[in-house]
């Protein structure tokens, strides 16, 4: 079974730019999350969908949002980006809620100059 | 709110040897989730191995054990026989079983292997 995956791996952008993430989770899986690492934050939730529902959100401006497809594919998008949003944003999957495991992508790097 | 820490910023071991990493918790659920993730140069996130709060027994994934000690809230990982590709950045995470389930981190411990 393939993994998660994320696209694209490497981005570029300027401020003011916005950005958009993709997600595929696992096959069958319907829960997706998202995390952003940095060197200074470590990393921290951004927001869970499940059913193409945002479940859960984490602290983060209104700039960061998402959303989900009814195949379970996500997408996470930044608006007015910020040199802080330079970032490496990770996304997981499980099977279902109540699932307690779960499984990474390798990770958007996202450059803001 | 779920904290997550660990104190060893960066470890070191000999190949072939058994390294322990720390990590302590702090949450009011009673119910929750422990792991180790181990995030190698490739920056995948991995599961290592996985704890439930309500079972008593240690988990054991091959070469990897946890000492999970629930009224101490400490959860550490033991490495034995230590291999070149253990090599990685490890993250001890918290999560809850009901609600909101996110993922808790701690701040990670550099684990570097040497010949």
Redesign the interface.
């Known amino acids: 079974k393939a993994g998660v995956t994320q696209t694209p791996r490497y981005l570029i952008k300027t401020r003011g730019q916005q950005v958009t993430l993709s997600c595929s989770p696992i096959s069958g899986h319907r829960s997706v ?1 998202w ?1 952003q690492q940095t060197p200074g934050q ?2 921290q ?1 951004l927001f ?1 969908y499940f059913s193409e529902t945002q479940r ?1 959100k ?1 602290n983060f401006p209104g700039r960061f949002s998402g959303r989900q497809f009814s195949n379970s594919r996500s997408e996470m998008n930044v608006s007015t980006l910020e040199l802080g949003d330079s970032a ?1 944003y ?1 996304c ?1 999957s499980r099977l279902n ?2 699932e ?8 958007t ?1 996202l450059l803001v100059l | 709110a779920q904290t997550v820490t660990q104190s060893q910023p960066e470890m070191s071991v000999q190949e072939a040897e058994t390294v322990t990493l720390s990590c302590t918790y702090d949450t009011s659920e009673s119910d929750y ?1 422990l ?1 180790w ?1 181990k995030q190698p140069p ?6 290592v191995i ?1 704890q ?1 709060a309500y079972k008593q027994q240690n988990a054991t994934e091959n070469r990897f054990s946890v000492n999970f000690q629930k009224a101490a809230k400490s959860f550490s990982l033991k490495i034995s026989d230590s291999q070149l590709g253990d090599a990685a950045m490890y ?1 001890c995470a918290s ?1 809850n ?2 609600g ?9 411990t550099r684990l570097t292997i040497i010949p």
Do not use: C, D, H
């Open positions: 999350s995390y470590g990393l939730f869970e859960n984490g490496l990770l997981a809620v109540g307690e495991t779960q499984y990474f992508g390798p990770g790097r | 989730y792991f993730y490739s920056r995948q996130m991995i599961l996985r439930e993250f999560q079983n009901f909101n389930e996110k993922l808790t981190f701690g701040t990670g």
